[in-house]
């Protein structure tokens, strides 16, 4: 009766595994493509970059959907990580800085406990941890038969919160860093990851990985990819050949001229374009999901130091994301409007522009919806199914939400915040700063101001209010923490003529000058 009963419970086993296998082949291969403080002026899908050049992306774009009005649901880079992986806003995860390379282990947001005095809100501490116990994205997919893989930048956590605990099979380099390490040409200072030949560059070490697990991977399984880069974030290095056939194209009088970073740029983009070379070597670009994006917008405060073809040094940030004003750590569209690709064949129409908002929270249930996998439940997902878009359709939503609590001294940075953008209305609600500790308000139109020059909160009240809403409601559904207004502040320490001024010039840099 045992061996029996041995023998049926392994039948069933087999016959439940054979019916995962069957579902999952019908299944298409995702592959997710997450560039690291690339700007949407980074790249030339929008025609705002004269300097870089992104023909691979022009590429990928040519297959599916590209979004202009695509956001980050962070102005930084783990945050907006967490929203990919789970769905959920940084008010509803608790990550909302990029902390998760440091030592301590926070897994509930809280505030500071001893606040700067000359601050009138009280920050708040973020979560430094993605928690295991969350249904990550690819837990999801690896939950149906899907093979999974890492490849690149996670800084979401070391182990045991690595990505071999959220879901992957394969983590390479297995970094928990904010960047590469050391550098992005070798040598690097990877503890257990060592370049293949002198000068290497990562996003090349990367693209020679990501291409041989491709090819070996198991073919009667769908796979989910994660290519998460390390470019274009610092430390600022590229290699040389590329440097100097930047150099003779600067323009000093356009913005964008630094060469480094132009070199930056085009290593990303031609790591995306052996990705592309290979899935249609292979023969499954029909059946393969591929999203592009960035976790944030374009670094404008660190300060690169490059040379022009007659030898002269000029010191520069890395790039500049006009026409939108800010950059990365602000919630100006400079840090969070992103470039967004998806291609997925049978879905999208080829080589159409969608001006629907879309932000990274919507990755996850669309994905899902894409590859018919339901949704886990008891997982509140903040995003929305997007699919309509990728067919040229409009959704409806009442807004999308960026919570940033912090205040890092870039070019326009702002006290701790939160904005909604509604249609052509965005309002950035900066909490406690007006008279009494009530919030203060900046109200922006994006159809008439793209730049946010114009601040026209004094204008339409009313709209203040009902965007004002749609806040409020989105703190109460996340049960969130947020700031409060500091007992501890000193009125002879608030100095508010600084706030959107960088202290110091940009970052590391005394002064701007030519040699």
Same mark, same amino acid.
Not at 188 to 197: D, H, Q
Not at 266 to 286: F, K, P, T, W, Y
């Given at each position: 009766?045992?061996?029996?009963?041995?023998?049926?419970?392994?039948?069933?086993?087999?016959?439940?595994?054979?019916?995962?296998?069957?579902?999952?082949?019908?299944?298409?291969?995702?592959?997710?493509?997450?560039?690291?403080?690339?700007?949407?002026?980074?790249?030339?899908?929008?025609?705002?970059?004269?300097?870089?050049?992104?023909?691979?992306?022009?590429?990928?774009?040519?297959?599916?959907?590209?979004?202009?009005?695509?956001?980050?649901?962070?102005?930084?880079?783990?945050?907006?990580?967490?929203?990919?992986?789970?769905?959920?806003?940084?008010?509803?995860?608790?990550?909302?800085?990029?902390?998760?390379?440091?030592?301590?282990?926070?897994?509930?947001?809280?505030?500071?406990?001893?606040?700067?005095?000359?601050?009138?809100?009280?920050?708040?501490?973020?979560?430094?941890?993605?928690?295991?116990?969350?249904?990550?994205?690819?837990?999801?997919?690896?939950?149906?038969?899907?093979?999974?893989?890492?490849?690149?930048?996670?800084?979401?956590?070391?182990?045991?919160?690595?990505?071999?605990?959220?879901?992957?099979?394969?983590?390479?380099?297995?970094?928990?860093?904010?960047?590469?390490?050391?550098?992005?040409?070798?040598?690097?200072?990877?503890?257990?990851?060592?370049?293949?030949?002198?000068?290497?560059?990562?996003?090349?070490?990367?693209?020679?990985?990501?291409?041989?697990?491709?090819?070996?991977?198991?073919?009667?399984?769908?796979?989910?990819?994660?290519?998460?880069?390390?470019?274009?974030?610092?430390?600022?290095?590229?290699?040389?050949?590329?440097?100097?056939?930047?150099?003779?194209?600067?323009?000093?009088?356009?913005?964008?001229?630094?060469?480094?970073?132009?070199?930056?740029?085009?290593?990303?983009?031609?790591?995306?374009?052996?990705?592309?070379?290979?899935?249609?070597?292979?023969?499954?670009?029909?059946?393969?999901?591929?999203?592009?994006?960035?976790?944030?917008?374009?670094?404008?405060?660190?300060?690169?130091?490059?040379?022009?073809?007659?030898?002269?040094?000029?010191?520069?940030?890395?790039?500049?994301?006009?026409?939108?004003?800010?950059?990365?750590?602000?919630?100006?569209?400079?840090?969070?409007?992103?470039?967004?690709?998806?291609?997925?064949?049978?879905?999208?129409?080829?080589?159409?522009?969608?001006?629907?908002?879309?932000?990274?929270?919507?990755?996850?249930?669309?994905?899902?919806?894409?590859?018919?996998?339901?949704?886990?439940?008891? *997982?509140?997902? &903040?995003?929305?199914? /997007?699919?309509?878009?990728?067919? $040229? +359709?409009?959704? =409806?939503? !009442?807004?999308?939400?960026?919570?940033?609590?912090?205040?890092?001294?870039?070019?326009?940075?702002?006290?701790?915040?939160?904005?909604? *953008?509604?249609? &052509?209305?965005?309002? /950035?609600?900066?909490?406690?700063? $007006? +008279?009494?500790? =009530?919030? !203060?308000?900046?109200?922006?139109?994006?159809?008439?101001?793209?730049?946010?020059?114009?601040?026209?909160?004094?204008?339409?009240?009313?709209?203040?209010?009902?965007?004002?809403? /749609?806040?409020?409601?989105?703190?109460? +559904?996340?049960?969130?923490?947020?700031?409060?207004?500091?007992?501890?502040?000193?009125?002879?320490?608030?100095?508010?003529?600084?706030?959107?001024?960088?202290?110091?010039?940009?970052?590391?840099?005394?002064? /701007?000058?030519?040699?």
């Amino acid at each position: 009766m045992n061996f029996k009963n041995s023998i049926m419970k392994k039948l069933f086993f087999l016959f439940f595994i054979s019916i995962i296998n069957s579902y999952a082949q019908n299944r298409p291969n995702v592959v997710f493509i997450l560039a690291d403080d690339l700007g949407w002026s980074d790249v030339t899908l929008y025609g705002k970059t004269k300097l870089y050049e992104t023909p691979n992306l022009e590429r990928l774009a040519a297959r599916g959907t590209t979004y202009t009005h695509a956001y980050a649901a962070s102005p930084l880079c783990s945050p907006t990580r967490s929203s990919i992986l789970t769905g959920q806003t940084p008010l509803r995860t608790g990550i909302t800085a990029p902390t998760a390379h440091l030592g301590k282990v926070i897994l509930k947001a809280s505030l500071e406990e001893k606040p700067n005095k000359g601050n009138k809100a009280v920050n708040c501490i973020s979560v430094s941890r993605l928690d295991n116990k969350l249904p990550t994205l690819v837990k999801q997919f690896k939950n149906v038969g899907y093979s999974t893989a890492h490849f690149g930048k996670w800084h979401l956590g070391r182990d045991p919160y690595s990505p071999l605990q959220h879901g992957f099979d394969v983590d390479i380099p297995h970094w928990p860093g904010p960047g590469p390490a050391g550098s992005f040409v070798a040598p690097w200072k990877y503890p257990n990851f060592k370049e293949n030949y002198a000068k290497q560059h990562i996003e090349d070490r990367m693209a020679d990985d990501a291409v041989s697990w491709l090819r070996n991977v198991d073919k009667s399984k769908p796979f989910f990819m994660n290519y998460w880069q390390f470019s274009v974030h610092a430390p600022f290095d590229a290699k040389e050949t590329l440097k100097k056939y930047y150099s003779s194209k600067i323009d000093l009088t356009d913005l964008q001229h630094s060469s480094t970073y132009a070199a930056m740029v085009h290593s990303m983009d031609q790591a995306v374009g052996r990705l592309l070379d290979e899935i249609d070597r292979l023969g499954i670009a029909d059946n393969t999901i591929i999203v592009f994006t960035s976790d944030n917008g374009g670094n404008m405060y660190n300060a690169i130091t490059d040379i022009l073809p007659s030898g002269e040094k000029y010191i520069t940030p890395p790039t500049s994301n006009r026409p939108l004003r800010g950059g990365k750590a602000t919630l100006y569209e400079g840090g969070i409007r992103v470039p967004t690709i998806i291609s997925c064949p049978g879905v999208t129409t080829p080589n159409t522009k969608s001006d629907q908002i879309i932000q990274s929270t919507d990755f996850y249930p669309t994905l899902l919806n894409l590859a018919n996998i339901p949704l886990p439940k008891d *997982h509140i997902v &903040d995003g929305m199914d /997007i699919t309509p878009t990728l067919k $040229g +359709k409009a959704i =409806k939503r !009442d807004g999308i939400i960026t919570f940033f609590p912090h205040q890092p001294r870039v070019p326009d940075w702002l006290p701790a915040s939160v904005s909604v *953008h509604s249609g &052509d209305w965005k309002l /950035i609600r900066i909490f406690n700063l $007006g +008279k009494d500790f =009530k919030h !203060d308000y900046r109200l922006y139109n994006l159809k008439w101001d793209i730049g946010e020059h114009n601040d026209l909160s004094r204008q339409y009240p009313e709209k203040i209010i009902e965007l004002d809403e /749609i806040i409020e409601n989105h703190i109460a +559904k996340s049960n969130a923490v947020i700031p409060i207004p500091n007992s501890a502040f000193d009125p002879s320490k608030f100095t508010p003529e600084k706030i959107g001024v960088q202290i110091g010039g940009y970052k590391g840099a005394k002064k /701007i000058e030519i040699n």
